[in-house]
């Protein structure tokens, strides 16, 4: 290998962790997980569970709950959130609602607060950089496969088995 090319490589590389740090930069600030409190402070995200009375009651089985997001608006006797609600109508347009709800804090079953997650982060943006540096091997020319082979020996297909299943289980594992 000459020097030229060996540049060209690594200049390729240089071009390949650009469009890495491009990618995993907005999926790592993006990555959170609730908290169970007991009071949510006013102005955080909050998932809040309320019991549903079901018209049927089953004796030793606990109350169904919903869960409400929103905004803390104000905590106390009695709990109110800022809830926004979105409809799409036809393929370019949606209308967003934003509603106050109150809500007794005698009724609340859980409050859960929305925060950062930097292990959830870290993990999500350790798997794009995976992906995409896989990619990049792939599109590069140095994965194992030779030309002429049949299905499933190499080539493409064992990329993206190799690739697929741990980024399936990733993506699993955050909820998506």
């Known amino acids: ?22 990618c995993v930069a907005p999926l790592a600030s993006g990555c959170y997980a609730y908290t169970r409190v007991e009071h949510a402070p006013v102005g955080s995200l909050a998932r ?12 030793g089985r606990p109350p169904e709950t919903v869960a409400i997001e929103g905004l ?12 926004s609600t979105r409809r799409f109508i036809g393929a370019f347009r949606e209308l967003m609602g934003r509603d106050t709800l109150r809500v ?4 609340v ?16 943006g350790a798997a794009v950089a995976a992906g ?11 994965e194992g496969g030779q030309a002429g082979e049949g299905p499933g020996k190499g080539g493409s297909e064992s990329f993206l088995t190799t690739v697929g299943i741990p980024l399936g289980a990733a993506l699993r594992l955050f909820g998506h």
Do not use: C, Y
């Not at 240089?14 to 469009?19: G, K, P, S």
């Not at 803390?72 to 809830?83: H, K, P, R, V």
């Open 109 to 124: 079953a859980s409050i859960e607060v929305r925060e950062f997650s930097a292990v959830r982060s870290v993990a999500l």
């Open 1 to 22: 290998m000459t020097s030229t090319s060996r540049s060209a490589h690594s200049g390729g590389l240089r071009r390949v962790l650009r469009l890495t740090l491009l």
């Open 132 to 142: 995409t540096a896989a990619l990049a091997l792939v599109v590069r020319g140095t």
């Open 72 to 83: 803390i608006l104000s905590s106390g006797d009695t709990l109110s959130l800022e809830t």
């Open 48 to 59: 809040v569970r309320v019991p549903v009375q079901p018209a049927v009651i089953a004796p």
């Open 104 to 107: 007794a804090r005698g009724a």
